[in-house]
């Protein structure tokens, strides 16, 4: 495969911890990468897809499971290599795309006061985010996996969430003050 999007080496990476299938998959996203890297079963579906045909999974029935027509997914010698390569690459920068900034950022058109209850509003949303970090936290620690790479991507994100929060006040603080 001459260009693979970000998609297709997050899915090699969920796989490279065993095989599962496409629901397993985007239940794993959802309770480990979802607060630096999301997909959408729309990404998630067609990737598996050409990831399959091109050689870097292996899909399989199982015959174990209630559902006889449950696929699993494998890394195959080629998909372990082409993630291994791709792990051992400089990362591109990275886009944010985080759609409170960009309102807030034509927030001239609002209120002061509807600006600092939308400020309000997502430093909440942080504040629930937070919790759930802290409870993950726990079960990795729980579960003893040494070295925990896992543990050190999930304090990323709890370092950013302290950020955001302080900026969250901090923002409110220089409205209310311009608002007098």
Known sequence: MSRKGKTSYALL????????????????????TRHFWSESD???YPNLKKLTEAGLLRCDRDGQSAQPNKKLYSLTKLGEASLLEWLRQAPTTFTVR????????????????????????????????????????????????EPSYLLLSLSYGQYSLKAEIQWCDHAIKQLKKGKK
């Open 98 to 145: 985080n759609e409170f900034l960009l309102q807030l950022f034509f927030g001239h058109k609002l209120s002061v006061t509807e600006n600092i209850q939308k400020i309000e509003a997502y430093r909440h949303e942080l504040v629930k985010y937070e919790a759930l970090f802290d409870s993950i936290e726990q079960r990795i620690k729980e579960q003893g996996q």
């Open 13 to 32: 990476g969920v796989l490279s911890f065993g095989p599962k299938s496409a629901y397993e998959i985007s239940q794993f996203i959802e309770r480990s």
């Open 42 to 44: 729309g990404q998630l």
